[in-house]
């Protein structure tokens, strides 16, 4: 028998296979799995990659099915979204591999969390493209906040220090704001040679967030040389994500608990 992990985010998707002891037998990635990011079909199929490579790694009989399934992904904030996620993984290439009674469908930070600790109080933050953060007491009592995704609220992520970046080197050019190596570090790593080419990387029909939240990695090199702006735009998210723990903690009372 064996049991499937799949960890969906904004970026990539990591599907490990363990056997009922917990060992692990294989693993496998692929791209992003959030619909809300790249799409409902895009999301379908780096799930069946992600899924159908990690079964190809070992010897197994040709018609199986996982004696249980955890699917934790980003972007399943609501009703809505568990309905559009079960249509993604209930498909004709990868639903013969899973009993649908014996399934698990949530957020990412879920899963995060029960990886992360075994207590009864927890809060979980994740700060990868997007954000989020989760909690729950020993009452079963959860809460989450932030994670409304790049529009309405993404604070803390690699998104928001991207765009950021992009907003204060475009201040910098236009002279509303202050001088920055932004400037020039962001166009060196996108291989971009001017200002125009940015304008046309940053509105293509090809818009993904995960290619501005890529740019936080320049960011926090940009900080290391020492650059004002930079160290500015990182502290400001630092804190962001120290007020999303603040407030799970607050609506769960665990400011006293272990």
Do not use: H
């Not at 599907?15 to 992003?32: F, Y």
């Not at 050019?173 to 990387?201: A, H, M, P």
């Not at 400001?236 to 009372?253: C, P």
């Amino acid at each position: 028998d064996y049991v499937l992990g799949v960890d969906g985010g904004g970026t990539k998707t990591i599907v490990q296979v363990a056997d009922c002891n917990g060992g692990l037998i294989t693993e496998n990635k692929s791209g992003s799995s959030n619909y809300k990011s790249v799409g409902v079909e895009n999301a379908k199929i780096n799930i069946n990659n992600a899924v159908l490579g990690a079964i190809s790694n070992f010897n197994i009989p040709t018609r199986f099915t996982f004696k249980s399934a955890c699917f934790g992904l980003a972007g399943n904030d609501s009703n809505e979204d568990a309905k559009i996620y079960k249509e993604i993984i209930f498909n004709d290439v990868i639903e013969k591999y899973l009993d649908r009674n014996k399934i698990i469908i949530c957020n990412d930070t879920r899963i995060g969390l029960a990886a992360g600790s075994d207590s009864k109080n927890g809060v979980m933050i994740i700060c990868g493209t997007g954000s989020n953060c989760y909690g729950i007491n020993e009452q079963g009592r959860e809460a989450k906040v932030n994670g409304w995704d790049y529009i309405l609220g993404d604070e803390g992520s690699g998104y928001e220090i991207g765009i950021k970046a992009l907003r204060a080197l475009m201040r910098a050019y236009d002279g509303r704001g202050e001088s920055t190596l932004l400037s020039k570090t962001v166009l060196e790593d996108l291989n971009i040679k001017n200002i125009s080419e940015l304008i046309k990387w940053a509105y293509s029909d090809y818009f993904l967030k995960v290619r501005v939240a890529a740019i936080a990695k320049t960011v926090c090199k940009t900080a290391e040389m020492g650059d004002k702006i930079s160290k500015r735009i990182l502290k400001e998210e630092a804190d962001e994500a120290i007020i999303s723990v603040k407030t799970v903690v607050d609506k769960l009372g665990l400011a006293d608990k272990e």
